[in-house]
């Protein structure tokens, strides 16, 4: 699957002194199709001091709770699920040996390099019941506000359709179903 997600994860992080030199790693591992979507956004990031790109991650990402990237949020809300998702995601999180964050373990930018180092079988699944579903919500919460986050999600969306074709309807057919199905389905499994 390569690094793309990895990158983009780098992006979706509090920006730090090298925040512009990451946008740059993370474009130059996206597809065309992914390039053209990212290119605004890394047009304003570029255009912006570290400490305006801090506060336009902070207006959009940390103070605003419909663009929060807490993927267990988007899809269940502060209920019993929701802690199933990050005690499974924290299970997952150690078993491919990736390091948390000071972000809660549903967060996207833990669940991005995530699917780059799980067995095909279990990334798909796991992008089908718990991040195109979440991804699907964050934008919906984006429509219409010329943010340029929205294409950095947009870009996911974009890659995870290329990884996993029907991804998307996969996403649009967990939304129908109640809270009992693949998603806390996916959330109270665990390997041992």
């Known amino acids: 699957m390569g690094e793309f997600l990895s990158r983009v994860a780098a992006i979706l992080t509090y920006p730090e002194a090298d925040y512009a030199a990451c946008v740059q790693l993370c474009m130059e591992a996206a597809t065309p199709a992914e390039r053209d979507l990212l290119a605004g956004f890394a047009a304003n990031i570029r255009a912006l001091k570290v400490e305006e790109a801090q506060e ?3 207006r959009t990402l940390d103070l605003n709770p419909v663009c929060s990237l807490e993927m267990g949020w988007h899809l269940f809300g502060e209920n019993y699920d929701r802690g199933l998702l990050m005690v499974r995601m924290r299970s997952e999180l150690r078993r491919h040996g990736i390091a948390e964050t ?3 373990p549903d967060h996207l930018a833990h669940a991005l390099p995530l699917l780059e180092r799980m067995a095909r ?4 699944e796991f ?3 718990i991040v195109a579903p979440a991804l699907e919500k964050m934008l919906a919460s984006f429509a219409g506000k010329q943010n340029p986050y929205e294409c950095v999600l ?3 969306m974009a890659h ?3 990884d996993f074709p029907g991804v998307r309807q996969a996403a649009a ?3 129908a179903l109640p809270v009992l199905n693949s998603r806390a389905e996916f959330a109270g499994r665990s390997h041992a």
């Open 56 to 58: 336009l991650f902070t």
């Open 102 to 104: 000071g972000e809660l």
């Open 121 to 124: 079988p279990d990334a798909e």
């Open 127 to 129: 992008a089908g019941a």
């Open 154 to 156: 947009q870009a996911v």
């Open 160 to 162: 995870l359709e290329g």
């Open 173 to 175: 057919a967990q939304s």
